[in-house]
Structures are given as structure tokens and as C-alpha cells.
């Protein structure tokens, strides 16, 4: 496994490592990950709570597929950004993945801007990569994905690295989302999860 240049795995020790072997374990995961490459799409990353939420159910000593809603599998295509090509693939994908009874979440990141307004209020620009658009989750600990490239060796991002995750702790990213976006996920997870730590969103400069 080759963490991303802006991974913080020097800063984490063991936890890059960790991270992967954790995540791997919850089987919907790994084959998400063997699988992924089957859809032909570019830029594809598995992502959000399918690697965050399995991390916390192994601190918490739970079924590591537990209370997981779905399956975010990202990918980037600027050259077909219609809604029919995309879900062209979400209907590939609801196929290649049928057997693992999960909900495995496809979506384009390129047409992310085109819809993002109406459904949370606030515009947003069109992302440039996969990895750009990880970078907007409402929450610094959300910011992780796993990839395999074409040679079958995995590769992970995680711009903030690894020790909140580990340390059950939930910071906001004001960088795209609304407030109210990421206290109502924060709010949700604590219920799920009450060991977690959850950071306040900052209050507006006066």
C-alpha cells in the first residue's frame, strides 16, 4: 500500500497500515475494492463512511459492517457529465456488487456542482479529481478513500491523516458544506457511535 504524497503517515506511525487492515476486513469493502475496476470509470476511490464508520466500529468492538447505510464508491469523469451516463454505472454497479447485500453508493464527482445547490443550499464549485471533491466532506475525520490501480496494488488518501479517526474524534471541514449539514451527521453518529468526540463548528470571524 503507497499512501498519497498528502497522506500523513509519517505523522501517524502504524496507523496507515492499521487503517488499511481494518478497512479490509469488512468484506463488502474488499470486494468494493477487488471489484471496483470492473466499471470502467476513471478516477474511481472508495470512500466515507464505508472506511471511517468500519474504523469506528473496530475501536468499539462491534461488527465492523454495523449501522454502515452505504457504500460510497466516487469516481471522476469530466468528459460525460449527463445524468444518464452516470447512472448507466450506477446501474453497472448495482449488478457487479448485488451479492455482497449491501448499498453500494455510485456517483460521478465531475457533476457533483450541478446539483449540490438545490439539495443543501449552497453552491459549489465543480471539482477537479476524486480526491478534490474528498476534500469537501463536511468533516476532517470523513476524509479518507482506497483505491487499487491497475496493477492491483492499493492506495490510500487521507489529506488529514489518521489520528482523529483513531482517536474517535470528529472535527468540521467549513470548506463546502453547510453548518447544519455537519451537525446533523455529527449528531447522528454520536448516537451511533457515543464514544465519539465531537468538535464544534467554528464560529464566523467577528
Known sequence: ??????????AD???????????????????VLERGHLLGVPD???????????????????PLGEGIRDYDLFYFDPDDTSYEAEDAVVRRAAELFADTG???????EARVHLWYEERFGVPAA????????????????????LTRDAAGALHAYAPHGY??????RLRPNPVLAPRHVYETKAARWLRQWPDLSVEPWPDPEP
Do not use: I, K, Y
Not at 1 to 10: E, I, K, N, W, Y
Not at 46 to 59: C, E, I, K, R, Y
Not at 135 to 145: E, L, R, S, V, Y
Open 126 to 145: 465543480p471539482f477537479t479529481s476524486t480526491r478534490d471533491a474528498v476534500d469537501h466532506f463536511a468533516a476532517t475525520t470523513c476524509c479518507h478513500a
Open 102 to 108: 449491501a448499498v453500494v453508493e455510485v456517483r460521478n
Open 13 to 31: 506511525g502504524d496507523l496507515p497500515a492499521r487503517f488499511v487492515e481494518v478497512v479490509l476486513g469488512n468484506d463488502v469493502n474488499r470486494l
Open 44 to 62: 474511481w476511490w472508495l470512500t466515507a463512511g464505508a472506511l471511517f464508520q468500519t474504523v469506528w466500529n473496530s475501536l468499539a468492538g462491534r
Open 163 to 168: 489520528g482523529d479517526l483513531f482517536a474517535l
Open 1 to 10: 500500500m503507497r499512501p498519497d504524497a498528502r497522506d500523513a503517515a509519517g
